[in-house]
């Protein structure tokens, strides 16, 4: 610092005793040319410098705006995905309800239609045993009258003698005769 002092007191104390000459001490030199750089460097570079640090200012409050306008468009978009979702999620559940409910319908359905089949089965196999019934009874009828009408011929044939025969005959010419009078 003392080297310094000395410097700027020579410089002053040289230039107005002997007028303006170089001084070539280094030591002394080197420390007055950096000051007279740093000077003209402060005063001319002085624009340049702040208009480099508006220019990158500027970039930077600009990078920072459309940060945030996109940090907005993301938030709006993050926002709008989870109303979408929502309503997804909304329709997928009453998707999901009317198929279950859907499902309970068309399972009641099939008990009904199944319900009514068997009845009707149930009604045709009522119809079909009453038939076959039905049948087997005349059968047997007709079987019975068979015999009955065997065991009475047996019968008529056994005890039939040629005068109950006449007397027979009689009998039906006699009525034959009794429904001619009748009718004339």
Known sequence: MKNVTDSFISLIFLS????????????ETNILNLSVVLGVLTYFGKGVLSNLLDNRKQKIVSTIQSSEELCKGAANQL?????RLREVEMRAREIRENGYSQIEQEKEDLINVASV?????????????????????EQVRQQISRQAVQRALGTLNNRLNS?????????????LLGMKNITD
């Not at 107005?16 to 030591?27: C, Y």
């Not at 926002?79 to 109303?83: L, T």
């Not at 005068?163 to 009525?175: C, F």
């Open 16 to 27: 107005s005793a002997e007028g303006f000459r170089l001084n070539t001490n280094i030591l």
């Open 79 to 83: 926002e709008q995905a989870r109303a």
């Open 163 to 175: 005068e109950l025969h006449l007397r027979t005959i009689e009998h039906n010419i006699d009525l």
């Open 117 to 137: 089949n068997l009845k009707q089965l149930e009604n045709l196999k009522n119809e079909t045993v009453q038939l076959e019934q039905q049948r087997v009874i």
